[in-house]
């Protein structure tokens, strides 16, 4: 028998308010199960805050190399009894030059997920589905050592993040991630449209 995707225990009756084109990105329900996307994204940031994005960066937290156009695969796979799912994304430039970036989701309790990366750093996301688009937003950081947590609200770092998943068509949507911090304004973002792997 197989178990239930992730985000469906996480969003409970309200999976089933999202378009089939998102709810098959996470429909991967078995124990190394796994599912594919590929598609085009721009990577953007203002120059100033380049330092700290690449301290954030060097923590496995964001995409340091900015860019238009940028050749985007996503790859998932599910572990620990459907407890888990890691994610891969890898970024090809013009260039051929390849960058990676990896976390791990795990639900935390309803409608809320927290994405975690390198040395036990995390974002806490609530989730939401609203007008047939996923909707994550940021509910404060966390690091975690063993079973020591530290929790630090999104405006100590570059702000508040809100992802936002829209179907384009049947075989499409459209991802879009921003950060906002309260002072700086818009501090990171990347947008795209993705498909799913033949």
């Not at 998932?76 to 051929?96: A, D, P, Q």
């Not at 809320?112 to 007008?131: A, C, D, H, P, Q």
């Not at 770092?157 to 002072?183: C, N, W």
């Amino acid at each position: 028998m197989n178990n239930i995707p992730l985000l469906q225990k996480t969003l409970a009756e309200d999976w089933n308010k999202l378009p089939a084109v998102i709810q098959r990105h996470y429909s991967i329900d078995d124990d190394g199960a796994s599912s594919c996307l590929k598609g085009r994204m721009e990577i953007g940031y203002p120059s100033y805050l380049l330092p700290l994005i690449f301290l954030i960066h060097l923590c496995g937290g964001l995409v340091f190399r900015r860019g238009k156009d940028i050749e985007t695969q996503v790859d998932k796979t599910t572990s620990n009894k459907n407890t888990t799912v890691f994610w891969k994304r890898t970024l090809t430039y013009e260039e051929s030059k390849k960058d990676y970036f990896y976390s791990q989701m795990d639900t935390l309790q309803n409608h809320e997920l927290i994405e975690t990366v390198r040395y036990g750093f995390g974002l806490r996301l609530k989730v939401s589905v609203e007008n047939g688009n996923l909707i994550y937003r940021s509910n404060g950081h966390i690091w975690q050592y063993g079973r020591f947590r530290l929790t630090f609200p999104d405006w100590l770092l570059l702000g508040r993040a809100t992802i936002i998943e829209t179907p384009v068509s049947d075989k499409k949507f459209s991802l879009d991630f921003s950060i906002e911090h309260p002072f700086w304004g818009r501090c990171y973002w990347y947008h795209g449209v993705f498909q799913y792997c033949e």
